[in-house]
């Protein structure tokens, strides 16, 4: 059994940085990917970041490439998404979710964390 915590959020003006945390306390598998989903109020929720377990191969959606860097620490059972530059349309919960790797979007995210509120101000 994989749990999942994530910290780190908060209020921040644009432009702003914040990290995110996500715990993680189970065994996570060499196979298995680590991503960072995010949902604001009235939209779906969307993979904004993802790395895979093992190899560290990381995947980020358009809107956040250059402003967001994910990575782990498998020493620490951790990962964590820098936000860097970040806009009011980045304001979201942002949720970690781990499953085994099939695909960023294909691979069945079984385990997720209860989510942190990013808000960007203006």
């Known amino acids: 059994q994989v749990q999942l915590v994530e910290s780190g959020g908060g209020l921040v003006q644009a432009g702003g940085s914040l990290r995110l945390t996500c715990a993680c306390s189970?065994?996570?598998?060499?196979?298995?990917?680590v991503g960072w989903f995010r949902q604001a109020p009235g939209k779906e929720r969307e993979l904004s970041a993802a790395?895979?377990?093992?190899?560290?191969?990381?995947y980020y959606t358009n809107s956040v490439k250059g402003r967001f860097t994910i990575s782990r620490d498998n020493a620490k059972n951790t990962v964590y998404l820098q936000m860097n530059s970040l806009k009011p349309e980045d304001t979201a919960v942002y949720y970690c979710a781990s499953g085994f790797n099939k695909g960023w979007y294909s691979t069945n995210y079984s385990y997720w964390g209860q989510g942190t509120q990013v808000t960007v101000s203006s």
């Open positions: 790395i895979t377990w093992a190899g560290g191969t990381t």
């Open positions: 189970g065994r996570l598998f060499s196979g298995y990917v």
